[in-house]
């Protein structure tokens, strides 16, 4: 009898054990990048394999290279019903373009496609190419009617932004399904959903901009967050010596050449957090830390091109770095 006892203790145990240290992990390439989901508890195979097909059809719906995406036919011309997705990231979007003073644009596509970035066939375009296809893109518009839209004269990007959005929709369903703790790695996009199984605060490293992948220069110790990087280093070409990175000046229609080697955001938004580390990226360490001042609502570390760190004040306690300056409000 005593030995049955043990053993069904010793089952429970085992049981008990199992389920805490549940881990299941899917890499998934989507929207141009490698990403890595990791959930963790009771059901992780099923809730992993869920936000996979869920990231494969977000992908459907916002590409702008695969033709039948909504977006691709909205750059065609069409006048597109769109899905609830599309709809929500093309109007909070627009409204970040808004609030970044267009640093943030989702129109710029037409100048993304002339350096080369969408296909990687990279070219330098010359000064009449960019006035002239930064002039089209002004005079176009943009025709948004009960859940239809339709654009004339200009092509909608959502590189700024998808995998913002894609983050925010994986955490808000993850948790809904009752996953306590998961970590979703989208490229340069972190969104954490609760606590790390032990229940303590994840630690997230921030990228060094000169160093190979895997080399920080910094982590940050976070809740439950998006953690967006955007940076030069990301992807870009060479000519001539110049470099040239992907993320464009919208009000130049050059690559943005602001001083600064990376930003990243922590915000509660994914969406927001993604948007705005690619308009602090094209604003610049001044217009960017006024910006911060003016909105909150996020966190920024911003490295300028000579390798100095600035850290805006809210992260003063959670990152640690060998050594950064602190942006007071
Ligand atoms: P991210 O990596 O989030 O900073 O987004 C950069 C991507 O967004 C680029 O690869 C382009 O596809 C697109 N893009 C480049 N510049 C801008 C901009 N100023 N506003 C919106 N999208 C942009
Ligand atoms: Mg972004």
Not at 119 to 135: D, F, G, K
Request: proline share 2%.
């Amino acid at each position: 009898m005593k030995r049955t006892t043990a053993l069904l203790l010793a089952l429970l145990l085992i049981l008990l054990c199992g389920c805490g240290k549940k881990e299941a992990t899917e890499t998934v390439y989507a929207m141009d990048t490698v990403m890595e989901l990791t959930v963790w508890g009771p059901g992780a195979e099923k809730q992993v394999q869920a936000a996979a097909e869920r990231i494969q059809e977000l992908e459907e719906t916002l590409s702008v290279t695969r033709s039948d995406s909504e977006v691709a036919r909205l750059n065609a011309g069409e006048t597109v019903v769109l899905s609830e997705d599309a709809a929500a990231l093309l109007e909070q979007s627009l409204i970040l373009r808004d609030e970044t003073d267009g640093a943030m644009d989702p129109t710029i596509y037409p100048l993304v496609k002339l350096w080369g970035f969408t296909t990687r066939e990279y070219r330098v375009p010359t000064e009449a190419e960019i006035a002239e296809m930064l002039a089209q893109v002004r005079a176009g518009t943009l025709e948004i009617e009960d859940g239809t839209a339709a654009a004339h004269g200009l092509e909608l990007d959502f590189g700024a932004v998808a995998k913002g959005y894609a983050g925010a929709v994986l955490a808000r369903e993850l948790k809904e399904a009752g996953v306590k703790s998961a970590l979703l790695t989208l490229g340069g996009n972190v969104q954490t959903v609760g606590l790390k199984p032990d229940g303590s605060r994840w630690r997230i490293g921030v990228r060094d901009p000169w160093g190979a992948e895997g080399i920080y220069l910094g982590v940050l110790t976070v809740g439950e967050t998006a953690v967006v990087t955007s940076g030069g280093y990301q992807r870009y070409f060479e000519e001539d010596g110049t470099r040239y990175c992907h993320i464009l000046d919208p009000s130049t229609g050059y690559p943005a050449s602001s001083g600064l080697a990376s930003v990243t955001i922590v915000a509660e938004d994914s969406l927001l957090a993604d948007g705005l580390s690619t308009a602090l990226y094209v604003m610049g360490l001044e217009k960017a830390s006024d910006f911060w001042r003016n909105r909150g609502g996020f966190e920024a570390v911003l490295v300028t091109d000579d390798g100095t760190i600035f850290v805006t004040a809210g992260l003063r306690d959670c990152f640690a770095c060998r050594e950064f300056q602190v942006i007071e409000r």
